[in-house]
């Protein structure tokens, strides 16, 4: 089993929908983050949080601790918010690297 | 500023070759991670250097594989007698190395051992 699981896998929306992808954790962790992959693209940071709600946009994060949860919204959804959204944890300590999630695959049409 | 850049962008090696990978981080930054993503998979830790140091090199999947960041800057991911199952995006990520900062990443390199 995966620490990090997310889903759904692919996500297919018309454009002006509202969208939720999840993640779900194992690991005790010290932050998680939202992560965005554009096709041949590198990978930009959107979101790092550890309690609570961020908003940055149309762009909403949450993150249950106790239960391991996070859910990334994206409210009236675009085209160009079509990527790979992933999540990842990272695990604190000296190293503070990430493991990720396998990403979920967005397509928003218009 | 700029950002995170790795060179080259694409290597095509044939099996068995050596291969080193670039990664430039930000200007300052003193933690650089090495992960690598598989086709349709999500990234994968290799290793993390604090300046100079390997402080984390767990992830690093056997002897084949070695890194080097000499001056604490740019850094080097080396891969000796590659194989197909090498092939692979290979990113580089950059931070101010508190533990609370946000890792920026580079574009990757995409390697294909034939």
């Known amino acids: 089993k995966n620490e990090v699981e997310q889903s759904p896998q692919n996500l297919t929306a018309q454009e002006g929908e509202f969208i939720t992808i999840n993640c779900s954790y194992s690991?005790?962790?010290?932050?998680l983050h939202w992560l965005q992959q554009h096709p041949g693209g590198g990978i930009v940071s959107l979101f790092m949080?550890?309690?609570g709600k961020k908003k940055h946009g149309r762009l909403i994060a949450t993150i249950n601790i106790q239960e391991k949860h996070s859910s990334l919204h994206i409210t009236a959804s675009h085209p160009r918010d079509s990527a790979v959204y992933i999540c990842?944890?990272?695990?604190?300590?000296?190293?503070?690297?990430?493991?990720f999630g396998t990403g979920t695959l967005l397509a928003v049409q218009p | 500023g700029a950002g995170v850049s790795q060179t080259p962008s694409n290597k095509v090696t044939e099996k068995g070759k050596y291969v080193e990978l670039r990664c430039d981080p930000i200007?300052?930054?003193?933690?650089l991670y090495w992960y690598r993503q598989s086709l349709g998979q999500g990234p994968e830790f290799l290793i993390y250097?604090?300046?100079?140091?390997?402080?984390?090199d767990s992830g690093l999947p056997n002897d084949r594989f070695f890194a080097v960041r000499p001056e604490g800057s740019v850094s080097t991911l080396k891969i000796q007698r590659t194989e197909r199952g090498d092939s692979a995006v290979y990113l580089c990520?950059?931070?101010?190395?508190?533990?609370?900062?946000?890792?920026?990443f580079g574009p990757g390199t995409r390697l294909t051992v034939l």
């Open positions: 990520a950059s931070s101010s190395g508190l533990v609370t900062d946000t890792q920026y």
């Open positions: 690991v005790g962790i010290s932050a």
């Open positions: 949080l550890s309690s």
């Open positions: 990842a944890v990272s695990l604190g300590g000296a190293t503070n690297k990430l493991i």
């Open positions: 200007s300052g930054h003193t933690a």
């Open positions: 250097f604090q300046g100079t140091g390997a402080a984390d």
